[in-house]
């Protein structure tokens, strides 16, 4: 086991696919949001306390990730799955490297992509559905000549 990274596996927990949900903690945001843009359901908890984040990994089968010591503790204590890195790891690359390691599967995905500031999943639209829809709005002149298609977050209203 390394010094920069600590990983326990709950025993029902089978293996890493791309359904794996995860609840990433604070100081890890980058991370969270490039997890989501891979497509995982991933929750991100700035500030949440340690027993609602053992509450959410518990109930939805969720992989902690935190550089957090006291939720790392109580999450073994709980026998949640965890993902541990060490608070010297502050640079994205080696986090990513590192959570690749204990067998997240690093990849974006064509499909199923998620909001990166609220989780929910995106809505795939074309052009023609964006113009019958009048949310054409929402988009940048720029972004709307040069793509085809756009994604679109129901819950944040953004494109
Ligand atoms: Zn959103």
Redo the contacts with the bound molecule.
């Keep these: 086991m390394s010094e920069l990274y600590e990983v326990n596996l709950s025993s029902s927990f089978k293996e890493f696919s791309r359904e794996t949900k995860f609840l990433v903690g604070g100081s890890l945001g980058r991370l969270a949001r490039f997890f989501r843009i891979m497509g995982y359901d991933t929750l991100y908890e700035e500030n949440k306390e340690e027993r609602d984040l053992a509450k959410h990994s518990r109930a939805e089968g969720r992989i902690i990730i935190t550089k957090a010591q006291d939720i790392a503790m109580k999450a073994l204590g709980e026998s949640l799955g965890i993902i541990k890195l060490s608070s010297k790891v502050t640079d994205f690359n080696t986090q990513l490297a590192l959570v690749s390691k204990c067998g997240v599967i690093i990849e974006t995905h064509q499909k199923n992509y998620r909001?990166t500031?609220?989780?929910?999943e995106l809505q795939f639209y074309k052009k023609e559905d964006i113009e019958k829809m009048s949310l054409k709005k929402l988009i940048p002149e720029q972004s709307w000549e040069i793509n085809d298609r756009f994604y679109y977050?129901k819950?944040?209203n953004?494109m």
């Design positions: 909001c500031d609220c989780n929910s977050c819950q944040c953004k």
